[in-house]
Every structure is written in C-alpha cells, then in structure tokens.
C-alpha cells in the first residue's frame, strides 16, 4: 500500500517488520516439482522448511542455533537439499547437505579456513555437484566433483592460479574459464572436454572488464558471454568455440545486460534482462513469449526467475515493488496460470509505504548521473530532512524495488536520496570507468551534487541533510564528513574503511585474482593515502556514529577502530558499535534490529525526524566500544 495523498504522517511501522525476520523467503521447488524448500525462521534463526506442493506438512529439516541460513538449493535427486552457511560472519562458507527426513545435515566441505561455493548442479546428474574451494591454495578456487551417492569427492579442475570464475557446459565438465591477469587485463579459456588443453577464446582490456560466461548452447558449441567489448553496455555475445567468431544477440546502448533465464529442460537461453530506471525482458524464444507476457501480468513489480522444475514448465517467480514486500508465485506454463506462494513480509500490507522515484541530474563536469528518490508519506515534500543512502561496492547499483532502509527511513520522516554515482555498474563501461581513480575525487563529487540537487529543487533542507552507508557507502559517509566536513549535518558509517591501504594489505587471501582490478580502479601507495579519510580524521566538525562487524573479512575491524581512535584522541564525539558476532554487514536480525533503534535515536538527534523507542531487546548499550 502506498499513498502520498494523506493529510498527516502514516503511523510509525515498527522495526521489527522491516528489519527482523522475513516470515518466509527464497523458495525453491525440487526438480521433479512436488516439494517446495525455502528458508523461515526456527526459534529465531533462518532455517531450511520444505512442504509438499498441495500439502500443509510444512516441517523443518535444518537449522544452526548461532546464525540464519542464507541458501539453499536442491539436489538434482528431489530428495535433498543443500545450503551454505559460514560461522560468525567470517564468509568461509562451507556446503551442506541435509535430507528430507531432517536427519543431522553432512558438511560436504569440511576444513578450517576454507571457503567453498556451489558451482554447478544438474537435475541430469542427480548424484553429482560441482564445488569450488580453496583447500589446496587459499588464494584461489579449485573445482572438486563430488559424488553425493558415495560420499567421496575429487580434484577435478585445478586452477593454474589467475581464473576467477568457471562455467561447465550441459556435460557436466568444466570447460570454461575466466582469467584475470596482474594488469587488469582478462581473458576466457574453454577447452573442447576435460581431457583437452586450454586455449583463448576472447581476451579484454582493462577498460573493457572481464567477459562473463553465462551458458553453453545446447550443442555445447557455442557460448554465451556477458561483454561490453566493441560498445559501451555489456551486450549479451554468442561465441563460436571453434572459431571464436562472436555476434551480439541482445544490447542496449545505454544499460548493461544484468540477468538471463536458461530453461532447465533443453537447456536454451530464452530471454534477457536489462536494468533501466526498472528492469525489462528479452525473450529470445518465442515459445516462451506468452509466459513472460503473462508474468509481467500476474502482479506489480519488477519480476524474476528464481528456478523452477527440471521440466520448465513450473516456474518460482519474484516480484519486487517499490511499496510494498516481495512477493512469489509459482507459475505453470502449460496451464498459463500463476498460483501465490507467499510475502516475505505480509504484515508490511497494511502499512503505507512510499513510492521510489527514479531521477537524473547533471554532476558538475556534465555528465549524467541517475538515482532514486524515496519521500515520506503524508508530508508535504518541500524542506525535509534528508537521508543521502550511499550504496556498497562501489561497483554496483542501487535498483527499483523494495528497500527496507528506505521505507524505513520514509518512515521516520526523511526523503531518502540514493546515487549511482560514477563507478557504478549497470550504465555501460564509460560511466564504470570514469571513477577510476577517484574514490574521493568525483565520485564523491557526485554525491555532493546529488545533495546540491535536491536541494535546489526544494526537496530538502540543507541544515538537516544526513549521509548513511555501508562498505563502499561507510567509506563515502568518512570521505565526506572529513573532505567536506560541513557539507553534512551528521553521518553513519556501516564497516567502511578508513585507511585504502591498511584496506588493500588485509584484503581476503582468495581475492588474489582481483588484486588487481582494485589497484586499477583505487590506486596505490602514496596516492591512496590522499585519498584516505583516516589521514583527515581530525577535519570531522559533525555527529558520527560507526558500525562494525568483529568478523568482517573484507573490511577488518582496524579500519573502524583506527578513525575512530583518532577521533576520540582530539577530542571529536563519536559513537561506536562493535558486533562481535557479526561479519561485513549484519545476518543476524537482533542486531539488526539494534543497530537501526540506535540509528533512529542518532537521526531523530540530529535530524529531528521521529523515533520509535528501542524495544527491550534492542539495547545497545552493551555493543558500544
């Protein structure tokens, strides 16, 4: 529900909705297409549920005490789920395997300090899975088959040391593979079948970024690749394996391709997605055109596919709105009819949420930079203290769609301003790479002229103008308070790093092959010591309030503990929250729930906008350091 058409402010909506557990999430249906699993919570934790499609014999079949489940898949067999979980927020991730029965789940990926992602998993190959894993070098990702029947596993693929990514064709053999060289450069090597030899494919600049494999054809002579090489956008290529000969099959001058859907059953890429202001489809196929037709029907939003049945013809669709939760269907093409699985938030519908406006304004140097903008309900929109929601990454980008931050925010009474500023993803490689080099050069820029912007069109009151982010966006929140240190009322900062290159020294052990895309794109040495928030601590002049997780691998806690020790050493107030059970960003919802009853009291401070109490349980007091 949406409005902005009330005479006063909607009723506060509770943290809880927003922030603690989903009622249900992540559904997957099994590959014969009579059991649905998906992730609930279980005495407070996300945990493994399966049921019976048409049953009520909802049951749960894994759970761990001390942290929520983030995913799951089906074996290939229907009788098995899989899912990965890491421990403490320290994202080395192992695979585990549990039955239908709920007997104890297996650990497919024992080992300490090891860290282990799914790579493939085929209905075709019911016994078998694919497994990335570092156990051999911690640097970089080896591919293990293991066979689920026996319980053993083998080397299948050892990685020379610079691929990053690996693609098996329909076969089931790995023969594809990206590489990244110490010069920002890449390539992709496929091989005939897992007895031959590597060879190049295509090879891309630095500039251009790395091809990304996406599917094989159904011959397993062909290829597709995700590629801004020869344009701008990424197109979607097909590559000739013999020859190496490529065509562009779907493109858009502008916007890079961002998703495809392969149908299970022949193994045919049938349609594209590209991210605009909101995200469109190419379907590719037409016998698959009255589906998406119809999906883009079935209900409001932004939709896509989230798997299905090994046969194609059952579809779990998500759709995502600005105002209102998301929402599943499972959809049957054969009868051309959508059923509603669930909402992974229905208490939200009853709430009035605010819409999310995409904008466009021009930075200081001319160039285009595109946003969204979310404002409170029941208020009138000129002069409201602001919010500037500064997205991770940064190679990323903010999407329409349902944000609990800016409906919460929304909420409280502030607009809620969020950039892609340059460095973001999603418009082609000239707008990726006009950041390069300029953490706090014009990418930051662009932010204050995003803050420029809405202030100039009345939106916002320049007195009362917050920056909020985490990763990249807790970095932009320090670079902004110390290099512009009255641009902003106050700020909060969420496991952002301080020091670039105390950051590049500790970065994990199996980014190794990234190395140098970060060096590219950040700098090094003496450079990045200028662009170092850290070495201007002193400049803050505004409230602060940092967040930090005690096992982040990606931006370690001395990042927090470094700016924030100088603070206090002249004398600067700032608030601190240490997690010590949480890693880079916060899994577990009490915390989350804590860190927001403290933001919200730090906001309502210094912005004025209004504040739910903290509930019991959502104390901070003993996480402050």
């Known amino acids: ?61 894994a759970r761990d005490p001390a942290r929520p489940i983030p995913g799951i898949a089906w074996r290939g067999d229907s009788r098995h789920v899989l899912y990965v979980q890491d421990r403490a927020g320290d994202e080395n991730y192992h695979v585990f395997q549990v039955d239908l029965d709920g007997g104890e789940a297996r650990d497919l990926t024992p080992g300490e300090k090891l860290r282990a992602q799914i790579i493939a998993l085929d209905h075709r190959f019911p016994d078998e899975i694919l497994i990335a894993q570092n156990d051999r070098d911690e640097s970089v990702f080896d591919i293990h088959r293991f066979d689920l029947k026996n319980g053993t596993s083998r080397l299948d693929t050892q990685n020379p040391g610079d691929v990053s990514a690996w693609l098996s064709d329909n076969a089931f053999a790995v023969r594809a593979a990206v590489v990244q060289n110490d010069d920002g450069t890449s390539l992709i090597r496929v091989r005939d ?54 065509s562009p099959i779907v493109e858009d001058p502008t916007y890079d391709v961002a998703a495809a859907y392969v149908d299970p059953a022949t193994n045919r890429l049938v349609a594209v997605a590209i991210s605009r202001e909101r995200t469109e489809w190419t379907v590719l196929e037409t016998d698959f055109a009255p589906a998406f037709a119809a999906l883009a029907a079935l209900h409001d939003g932004d939709f896509g596919i989230e798997g299905g049945s090994a046969d194609g013809e059952t579809l779990i669709v998500r759709y995502s709105v600005d105002s209102g939760p998301t929402a599943y269907y499972a ?162 900062d969420i496991v952002g790093p301080s020091n670039l290159n105390t950051l590049l020294a500790s970065i994990p052990p199996y980014w190794k092959t990234m190395r140098a895309t970060f060096t590219q794109r950040m700098g090094e ?78 906001l309502g401070q210094n912005l004025g906008g209004r504040v739910e109490p903290p509930n019991p349980g959502e104390e901070i007091e003993t996480f402050l350091r």
């Open 331 to 492: 959809y049957d093409r054969a009868a051309k009819s959508g059923t509603f699985l669930f909402y992974t938030r229905p208490a939200l519908l009853g709430r009035v949420l605010s819409p999310m406006r995409p904008i466009v304004f021009a930075a200081r140097d001319g160039l285009e930079i595109h946003g969204y903008l979310t404002l409170p309900a029941g208020v009138e929109p000129r002069g409201l203290p602001t919010v500037m929601f500064v997205h991770g990454g940064p190679w990323h980008r903010d999407r329409w769609g349902f944000d609990p931050w800016a409906q919460w925010l929304s909420n409280r009474g502030y607009a809620v301003l969020q950039v892609n500023f340059r460095g973001s993803t999603g418009y082609g490689k000239a707008f990726l790479n006009a950041g390069n080099l300029e953490w706090a050069g014009t990418m930051r820029t662009d932010l204050l002229d995003a803050r420029d912007w809405a202030i100039a069109q009345g939106y916002s009151d320049p007195a009362r103008f917050a920056i909020m982010g985490g990763s990249y966006g807790g970095y932009a929140v320090l670079a902004a308070l110390t290099f512009t240190p009255v641009a902003f009322t106050c700020g909060i």
């Open 1 to 61: 529900m949406n409005s902005t058409t009330l005479e006063k402010p909607p009723p506060l909506i509770p943290r809880d909705m927003l922030f603690g557990n989903p009622e249900r999430v992540s559904p997957k249906l099994s590959p014969d297409g009579t059991m649905l699993a998906y992730l609930a919570p279980s005495d407070g934790m996300l945990s493994v549920w399966v049921a019976t499609i048409g049953k009520s014999d909802d049951r749960v079949i």
């Open 525 to 602: 040495g003496a450079f990045l010591d200028t662009q170092s928030p850290l070495f201007k601590a002193s400049e803050i002049r505004v409230p602060l309030l940092v967040a930090q997780g005690a096992n982040d691998p990606r931006v370690k806690q001395p990042e927090s503990d470094q700016i924030v020790g100088v603070m206090r050493k002249n004398g600067i107030p700032v608030t601190y929250v240490l997690f010590e059970d949480e890693g880079h960003g916060f899994a577990n919802p009490q915390n989350n729930k804590r860190f927001t009853a403290a933001a919200e009291v730090f």
């Open 193 to 246: 079948d897992a007895s031959s030899p590597w060879r190049t494919l295509d090879e891309y600049s630095f500039e251009d970024g790395p091809g990304s494999p996406v599917a094989f054809t159904p011959d397993d002579r062909k290829m597709y690749v995700i590629s801004s090489k020869g344009s701008n956008a990424a197109r979607l290529m097909l590559y000739d394996l013999a020859t190496g000969a490529s």
